[in-house]
């Protein structure tokens, strides 16, 4: 049902704790969990219905409704900010967004609108910042190649400092700017024709949110059973890291997963101010609280 990349990001360890402690059973749900290469291979297995859930990142939801108008809908949102920020090393005299004037800064694919955001608002002159392209190998900011990297937030920073280089991080959304992180997206029909499926699958993965919230440790044991490739302590470190970020005054008040129509146009309209969309987006077509609805009674979750 499922297309995921195996690591500890929050809608993953969702989906294999609700796995193996049979929440999905007791939906009524057999649930088949696939790994995506990557590459966009998720969303085009979403599209051709070979997996009827998988992950996106919000802005890439309203990127690709404005840019092919995609039939995706994003039904829950499990990064209540994005989830890339900007990062020095701790020894670094830079204090803020303003100070990378003068500086090396890099980028890995193109500079992200959140960047732009970022340095408008602390009211930094890019014409005075050299920008580079840097690829996704964090040890050109060890190397000092660089003196401003960007980062996945949950992960590149622990494994900075696992290997002695702490950091400290500039986020974009602490300045003001609008983002968001990672959602569970489906098909439109999906949405229209099996709310219930959907419904049915959300309350497992979020009542596997729970009970990794409450017993990280285990949760991190299901976690390795599926990539025992990877180092545990970093996927504890990575975990951690994602239930802050789905935490906030929108959760508080509705419960995890949720998300507001004002929170989507907020997004989408700092992304097209800053480059980031080629045109608005009708955020109602991009996210739906219709299974967030059916998943919540008086903002407790439905079980089961």
Known sequence: MGGYKPQANLPFVAAYVANDMGYFAEQGLAVDIKHSTGQGEHLKL?????????????????KRRAEQDLPIVAFALFGQRGNQAYAVLEDSHIRSPKDFEGKVV???????????????????????????????DPRILVERRVD????FTSNEPDLLNRI???????????????????????????????PDLLARFLKATLRGVSTA????AAAIDIVMRYAPQEERPHQVAMLKSEL??????????LGVGWATREQWQSLNDS??????????VNVDTAFTDQILQRTYRDRTLVWP
């Open 148 to 151: 401003v990297y960007p980062v």
């Open 271 to 280: 992304l097209l101010e800053h480059g980031g969309l080629e045109r608005s």
């Open 164 to 194: 002695g280089f702490p950091t400290r991080l500039f986020d974009p959304a602490d300045y003001g700017v609008a983002t968001l992180g990672l959602t569970y997206v489906t098909r439109r029909e999906l949405i229209e024709q099996q």
């Open 213 to 216: 919230e409450s017993n990280a």
């Open 244 to 253: 802050e970020m789905a935490a906030g005054p929108v959760t508080d008040e």
């Open 106 to 136: 890099g980028y890995k694919l193109y500079q992200n609108p959140d960047y732009l955001a970022m340095l408008a608002r602390a009211g930094a002159d890019r014409s005075k910042i050299t920008e580079v392209s840097v690829g996704f």
């Open 46 to 62: 979403l599209l051709q219905g070979a997996v009827d859930v998988t992950t996106a990142d919000a802005d890439a939801v309203l």
